[in-house]
């Protein structure tokens, strides 16, 4: 499903309009982001898997960031139980499609770029198409298997991909860039037990989502370092940060036979 | 010696309270006597977890340096070090 607000132009993708100027002043003003790094967003396409806690914040700041093309992949539905974290929804979305609230949210907050939503579950059978023209994914889901899925994936495509993950008041983040360091199966090499029904602190996913749109950014517009070959932990209960070195491992399934770059 | 042991996630639980220990061990101990000892207070809710020796998995941190980078499971440890267990999640 695919709505363009009037106010999309997909063919002025070589500049911003005033209104664009405008909405991105704040970004614009920034040391290292220019017009230049603003087109890029604009022209980029960005897959949002899962639009639950993570999902909620990464793409409400992809969306207000101007990345032109947004697809979110999600099959859930709203749940009473989802409101103290999932900050795209209220209490009045009760049973609704979530991806379907979620683009109405993600168009009214920013009609200026394309939102297509998914209604489905990442499955083995799906993920290389959903991938094949986007030009970076965020991993915004709630279980190992579908990582797993989606890091493969980006990994065979060379697609970066930004990982987020959450457990009652921690967080966790890697941007894993296919051949220039760690992917998912280097980080976690052998496939933990599935926890359903997890304890969650709202504003954690939150913090995550948040830094997850942060990495998207960088990654497309070259701005600052992202996170390759580092975890990064945050321990809300004391807020005690931690950044782990994590390297490639030679013999990973995933990625294992993929040269490195030349640095 | 005294040391700092503190637990993340499924592994806070497990230990339960905050997650924090705090450990006497014997002069010239390592991170494997270390898990033994805590294997024998935990016993078999550390493996449920999937808390099991070498597990690459789980992120063993000596004052915020990752084993794999000093001795791995014969780091030595010294009083007053703090070491963190750090299992991965999947929440979102």
């Known amino acids: 499903m695919v709505t363009r607000s009037p106010l999309y132009h997909r063919s002025q993708v070589d500049k911003l309009s005033l209104e664009e100027l405008e909405r991105y002043d704040r970004q614009l003003r920034l040391l290292g982001f220019d017009v230049e790094s603003q087109l890029k967003l604009k022209r980029s396409r960005v897959l949002i898997v899962g639009v639950g806690g993570l999902g909620s914040a990464a793409a409400l700041y992809l969306a207000s960031a101007g990345i032109g093309f947004l697809r979110i992949i999600d099959d859930g539905y709203v749940e009473l139980s989802n409101l103290n974290r999932q900050i795209l929804y209220n209490t009045g979305d009760l049973g609704r ?32 198409q959903i991938l094949s023209d986007v030009d970076l994914a965020v991993d915004c889901l709630d ?6 899925i989606l890091n493969d994936a980006c990994v065979e495509l060379g697609k970066p991909l930004i990982h987020g993950a959450i457990y009652g008041a921690e967080g966790r983040l890697m941007t894993i860039i296919p051949g220039r360091g760690p992917c998912l199966r280097c980080l976690i090499p052998r496939e933990p ?17 948040a830094l997850e749109a942060l990495e998207a950014i960088k990654v497309i517009t070259g701005l600052g370092e992202p996170a390759v070959g580092k975890l990064i932990i945050i321990d809300g209960m004391d807020l005690s940060f931690y950044r782990i070195e994590v ?16 640095i | 010696m005294r040391i700092i042991v503190k637990a993340f996630a499924t ?6 309270g905050t997650g924090i220990l705090y450990l006497e061990l014997p002069e010239g101990s390592t991170i494997k006597d ?14 449920v977890s999937g808390f099991v020796d070498e597990n690459p998995s789980v992120k063993i ?13 014969g780091t030595r440890l010294r009083d007053g070090d703090s070491i963190a267990f750090i299992p991965p999640v999947a929440g979102g």
């Open chain 2, 61 to 73: 941190l000596v004052n915020g340096r990752e084993i794999t980078y000093l001795d791995g499971l």
């Open chain 1, 97 to 128: 499609r979530k991806v379907e609230v979620a683009a109405k949210r993600l168009r009214e907050l920013n009609p200026e770029i394309e939102v297509e939503a998914l209604g489905e579950r990442l499955t083995e059978e799906n993920v290389k």
């Open chain 2, 11 to 16: 592994l806070r639980e497990i230990f339960g």
């Open chain 1, 247 to 262: 390297r490639r491992n030679p013999g990973c399934p995933a990625c294992g036979k993929i040269k490195i770059e030349g």
């Open chain 1, 193 to 209: 037990a599935e926890h359903d029904k997890i304890p969650v602190l709202g504003p954690l996913p939150g913090v995550i989502g």
């Open chain 1, 143 to 148: 279980n190992f298997r579908a990582r797993f």
């Open chain 2, 34 to 47: 270390l898990l033994e000892k805590l294997r024998e207070q935990y016993g078999s809710n550390l493996d």
